[in-house]
């Protein structure tokens, strides 16, 4: 990008910001248990004592995997603006597999709020039903990585944005979720799960930079990925900690 073009559009975005003041994505729902982010990374795996307690949040078209876990479909889906009319490999492959399909709450990124028609329209020709539907804007986005972490974005740039993944796991961190799983979430990986494109992932800096953000400050942040684990520092979800979570959700209610 041009460096002059590019100082302009840092100036005006952080004025927008500031006079705006955008509170992140809300929620349509309380999560009361944990929730899996389920990214689109070619590994993933069930995690550990998953019920209906659990929430699970997809990613654009992550969803295809939960059919193997028994999960009829997720909570919550993230969907990227251009997997609905794209015409790109990646963004035709996401609507294959989410044809027929539907999700409790969509939250489509960076989709013109003016445009909500056309946006209906446009997952209706895929068949891609939900509950409720949000369309959250760059300055959304932006409010979210601020509040949970400190960090502040422009996005002028791929390597300054975080990927949906991480997105997905900032929402529900900022909902107060008693814990977040993260699976098929790698910065190291490249591809995805549901096309063979092996397409290299743009944002891999940036979700390191989050992750471990993230975990210096001790935010209830864990993996069901073992290789995850071992690259990042996620703590590994296993059933010792999902029976310890149920037996505090357990002892609060009844202390109530």
Known sequence: ?????????????????????????????????????????????RPAGLDHG????????????????GVEQPDITMMMFNQVEGTTHNAREVRRVLSGKRTGALFVLLWRKNERERLKRGLAAFNYGY???????????????????????????????????VYAILFALYHRAPAVIMTGIDPCSSGH??????????????????????????????????????????????????DELTWKAASAAGAA
């Open 54 to 69: 659990f929430s699970v949040i997809t990613v654009n078209g992550s969803q295809t995997v939960l059919a193997e876990w």
């Open 131 to 165: 509950d409720f539907l949000y369309i959250v804007d760059r300055y959304e986005r932006m409010a979210l990585l601020d509040r949970v972490t400190g960090l502040r974005s422009l996005e002028i740039d791929a390597e300054s944005k975080c990927s949906n993944g």
């Open 193 to 242: 799960a549901y096309n063979d494109a092996g397409l290299a992932r743009l944002h891999a800096r940036m979700d390191a930079l989050v992750i471990g953000r993230l975990l210096g400050a001790g935010q209830p942040l864990f993996t069901a990925d073992p290789d995850v684990a071992r690259t990042t520092g996620v703590p590994l979800w296993t059933q010792a900690l999902a």
């Open 1 to 45: 990008m041009n460096p002059f073009v590019a100082a302009k559009k840092r100036i005006y975005r952080w004025i927008k910001y500031r006079l705006v003041r955008p509170g992140p994505p809300p929620s349509p729902v309380r999560f009361t248990g944990p929730i899996v982010v389920l990214g689109s990374a070619p590994v993933s795996h």
